[in-house]
């Protein structure tokens, strides 16, 4: 496969018009599997750059959210600026941005502009709540599109057990699945659109924040609709199965165990010595252990306190009993499945030394995607890419940088 | 686009063999965008099917988590329904499955066996942990794979403030992103197999549940890596911005408020009456903000208390600023813009009578994915996928229901 030694998706250009989270999460996913990325920022750049810890003026955040893409910058507020954007669409199979509905538009970014300069091009927009309907011109904070979505609701103690707030889902999720969907429908009409018996079609995709949160709601929309019941949260357990929690160690952490069938519930029983309880009529099969949450989750707890996660982890995975320490970032740092996966590397940044970085999803072994190199400088990719895309000489780039069309 | 009436993925033909979550909904969203989707079940069905609440034995979360799809019943312990499966996928392009690794080639269906029926077939694997290392084994139970995803510990209350457990998030969240990468794999892969100037190959993708959400936390891992900063959890806020809370109301509900830009927080005091917070040196600017949250989120808790969450939600949006009620399932149904989007739409169900279900994502207007069925009946369509795909007569079929194979 030396054609396509970066993954499926080598031979691909995408153009990316994005900032923050969403977009430029969905490019990373294309360029992680081998797709040429052209991400075009202002002058300023990506506010992201500044965003999270710093080490010498540079992110470690973004040395993973721009790995693999191409930085050009260009001052969108000048004619030459639009007419460059025009000429990389031209040669992209794709765009990606997530600008309010219409601010493209008004640059001279129009949906015909684009498709003028080339007809066929796949356009994929993420906002908030879409390009259409009364909230359209909605500021898009992802907060606020997960809690439309049904999920902050959800990700709570059950009602009546706890006077603190909803618990927003400690990373941007709705940011990042928007950019998921937004990467599969772009894939989907690139399928279309290139197969041999394709249609040769450039569609244009419309993902919204709140819709893709909306769509991960399992059965929250049918269950109310057909019976009136209003789904609620259930904190740390889950609805229909017991023991299925997290519990406290006597080194202030968490344990999570999931022993919710009866065989498990009888190995966890004797692990405890207390095998009596798989025998027990209050805690024979997943109802009944429901049920009685509280008292089982009170016994399980007793035993979990007296001993470290660590330890509480080794002896119930000795036992094949699915658990887990709750892990931060040490312990995904150091565990050995991600490593031995790639799931966790080391990644060399000019500017920040030795950087850990997620690895590439999907796994593919017989054709991986790679790491090319970790989120550049602004606009170190500005000469490169006009030069070679655009056919642009020294001189005729110098004039542009004096104009500040591009810096 | 008469071809493509149902989406961009009219013309691709997958098959299913999964259960539960992860590759159910992976092929929910093929069918969504018009692919024909084969779901092999055993004649018990998925055990999705008796998840959640029941009407008349019936499912609502199945009417969405089956919709678009053709179900065959076959019992894979038969050598016959092996066989039957091989004939599928040599008429497929693509295998979506969920078993633990090496199941299937257990049955009778390796990776070998199946590209000897198509060489070309692209094969998405889910699994907790992946198809390879150390925890390959390992029962692949969702909350596990979240907490080693490092989701978990950062989806709780933030240290010293609560002594419950962190919170799960409200759905399965590692198992709905596990299913969204194996979709956008398996096109990305489809896209290098059958584009023009493509390589035919069919790929094979490994998709662990743990590395699908470690993929999705942001600077945690590159944060630690270069400057051993833990990343914390932050309850209901964000670590970089406020106020951006959920706040409580007097009818017992929760207000999300995001005014964290200085002009969104000089529109806020205002409508609070109180003015003169926006000079106040201790709130200008999101880090002082953010150093005095705790009195700030205090006033603004008073305020809200005195009003119902709908009465906040039209007196913040009055003025522009970003908030919203925390929605449950009541006001995802009844909310105007998935409404006109098509986001909540009414599905009639033979089983249960009108059902609401989430729209499609992406929406793509000039040829949009339709719901062609709910969910269907276990087996519903095992004749028709016999007699058109395979070509087998009515006394073939009658045969094989005699020996157990279909049911």
Not at 128 to 146: C, K, L, M, S
Not at 390 to 396: K, L, N, P, S, V
Request: charged share 20%; glycine share 10%; with cysteine.
């Amino acid at each position: 496969m030396a054609r396509t030694s970066h993954g499926p998706l080598t031979g691909l250009r995408i153009l990316e018009i994005g900032h923050f989270i969403a977009a430029p999460f969905a490019t990373r996913l294309l360029a992680d599997l081998g797709a040429e990325v052209i991400k075009v920022e202002p002058p300023s750049g990506d506010p992201v750059r500044q965003w999270g810890k710093q080490l010498n003026g540079a992110s470690p955040w973004w040395s993973l959210h721009g790995r693999n893409k191409k930085s050009i910058t260009l001052n969108l507020k000048h004619p030459k600026a639009i007419e460059i954007v025009l000429q990389l669409a031209a040669c992209s199979d794709a765009l990606v941005e997530n600008f309010r509905p219409g601010h493209l538009g008004k640059l001279g970014l129009s949906e015909d502009a684009l498709r003028k300069a080339r007809q066929d091009l796949v356009i994929a927009r993420i906002t908030g709540f879409g390009q259409d309907g009364p909230y359209r011109n909605r500021a898009a904070f992802g907060v606020i599109g997960e809690a439309m979505g049904g999920l902050r609701h959800l990700t709570n103690h059950p009602p009546g057990s706890s006077d603190l707030p909803p618990v927003r889902v400690g990373v941007s999720i709705g940011d990042s699945v928007a950019g998921l969907y937004a990467a599969f429908g772009l894939m989907a009409a690139l399928w279309q659109r290139d197969r041999t018996s394709g249609d040769g079609v450039g569609r244009t995709l419309d993902v919204a924040l709140t819709d893709s949160v909306l769509s991960l709601m399992e059965g929250m929309l049918p269950e109310y609709g057909v019976l009136g019941e209003v789904r609620q949260p259930t904190g740390s357990r889950i609805v229909t199965a017991a023991p299925s929690s997290a519990y406290p160690t006597k080194d202030g952490k968490w344990l999570l165990i999931a022993a919710n069938s009866d065989p498990l519930f009888a190995r966890l029983a004797q692990l405890m010595g207390k095998s009596e309880l798989a025998r027990d009529p209050r805690y024979i099969g997943n109802r009944e252990r429901v049920a009685n949450t509280e008292a089982l989750d009170e016994i399980i707890s007793s035993w979990t306190l007296q001993m470290t996660a660590a330890d509480g982890d080794r002896l119930l995975s000795e036992e094949d009993i699915p658990c887990t320490q709750v892990y931060t970032a040490v312990e995904c740092a150091a565990d050995p499945q991600y490593r031995q996966r790639g799931m966790v590397r080391e990644i060399e940044d000019p500017r920040l030394g030795t950087v850990l970085h997620p690895g590439i999803v999907p796994h593919i072994p017989e054709n991986p995607g790679t790491v090319r190199w970790p989120g550049s400088a602004i606009g170190a990719h500005t000469e490169e890419i006009l030069e070679q895309l655009i056919g642009m000489g020294g001189a005729d780039i110098d004039t542009l940088r004096q104009e500040g069309v591009i810096s």
